[in-house]
């Protein structure tokens, strides 16, 4: 999964398309992650003794593929490829070539 936490990615398709937002979490083995502001889903939390009843809005997961890194300096996506430096696999911009992490 080329996507990590704390990346700003775009969302490309489905009923968010469109939105950027911050990778909260990435879960690999499932292939999906938690965008910021993206797939907010309605919870109703039941009373306790402690909390009352409430509705929480929750971010969803969403599939991994429907998500681009978002570049803050061209302000568009771009595609995630791998590189060889100084003995390390480094992600790269794929169109610039510049070393993303």
Known sequence: MRIKKDD???VITG???GKTGK???AMPAENRVIVQGVNVQ???AKATRK???EIKHIEGPIDASNVMLYDTKAKKAVKVGYQIKDGKKV???R???AVID
């Open 51 to 53: 909390a009352g009843a």
């Open 91 to 93: 992600r790269v911009n």
């Open 8 to 10: 700003t990615v775009v």
């Open 23 to 25: 990778v909260l979490k």
């Open 42 to 44: 309605t919870k109703h």
């Open 15 to 17: 009923k968010d398309k």
């Open 95 to 97: 169109k610039t070539g």
